[in-house]
């Protein structure tokens, strides 16, 4: 399916403390999850913010304000029917990057977060590190599988075969260039990133998503976005474009 990328890229809320104490460790374990968390997001309208991590140099108030401009653009024209929550994966706290700007974004708008993880045995330190801030709602990537698989019992199958073409093309591009091939966690995040997005879209019949830079490097986990777009499981309709803030828009 190695033409992902050459496809078309036409590119508040009632608070529910579901997670008591903000998931605190204890022990450094995380407590036992609610049980109620799948149900209480089915209530919600996700809003998907991907981009670079803490080594986007860029000032987040910038971007924040940037892309609450261009949100509140886009549903003025296209508004969600439930309250919104921002879907966070596990970034740790961080000065810069996507850590930085998703809580601006949620403070500007008056909403909370959602937190999506990798289950302890894909990743023990993933949930242990995750920034809890302004986090009612908790899941785990295994939780999403499962709401995907309820609708379509092979879509799995067809998300990881369509990232693992994709990664076998990123290093062999990466070869050429003589790079060194992407490290392992690129494809288990990449299946965060999109099996979260598809999830959430059949759970709550509808999502948003933004990237924080008008460019996205193709050796990026973002970049990995084609994949759900090719396989139908986002819609472009459900993405906002950046557009640009007249600084570097690019993801290095």
């Known amino acids: 399916m190695r033409n992902v990328a ?38 919600y309208h996700p809003v998907f913010i991907e981009g670079m991590g803490n080594y986007d140099e860029r000032d987040p108030v910038v971007v924040a304000d940037h892309l609450v401009r261009q949100l509140t653009k886009h549903w003025a024209k296209k508004p969600p029917v439930k309250p919104k929550v921002i879907v966070i994966q596990g970034d740790p706290v961080a000065a810069t ?7 601006l974004v949620a403070k500007s708008f008056g909403i909370s977060r959602c937190l999506v993880c990798l289950d302890e045995h894909l990743a023990d330190y993933h949930s ?84 924080t830079a008008a460019e996205i490097s193709e050796f990026s986990v973002t970049s990995f976005y084609r ?19 007249g600084s570097n828009d690019s993801v290095a």
């Open 6 to 43: 050459a496809r078309s890229l036409h590119t508040e809320s009632v608070v529910v403390k579901c997670v008591s104490a903000n998931a605190e460790k204890i022990a450094g374990k995380i407590v036992t999850l609610p049980k109620d968390c799948h149900s209480k997001l089915a209530q």
């Open 97 to 103: 990057g996507i850590s930085a700007i998703t809580p």
């Open 128 to 211: 242990a590190n995750a920034d809890r801030n302004n986090v009612d709602l908790e899941l785990r990537y295994s939780e999403m599988v499962q709401q995907l698989l309820k609708g379509q019992a092979h879509v799995l199958a067809r998300i990881e075969a369509s990232i693992d073409e994709e990664l076998a093309f990123k290093n062999e591009q990466r070869k050429r260039q003589s790079k060194p091939q992407l490290a392992d966690y690129f494809r288990q995040f990449a299946l965060l990133q999109e099996v979260s997005k598809a999830a959430c879209r059949d759970l709550c019949q509808g999502i948003t998503v933004i990237h």
């Open 227 to 245: 994949v759900g777009l090719a396989l139908n499981l986002i819609s472009a309709n459900d993405m906002v474009n950046f557009g640009s803030t």
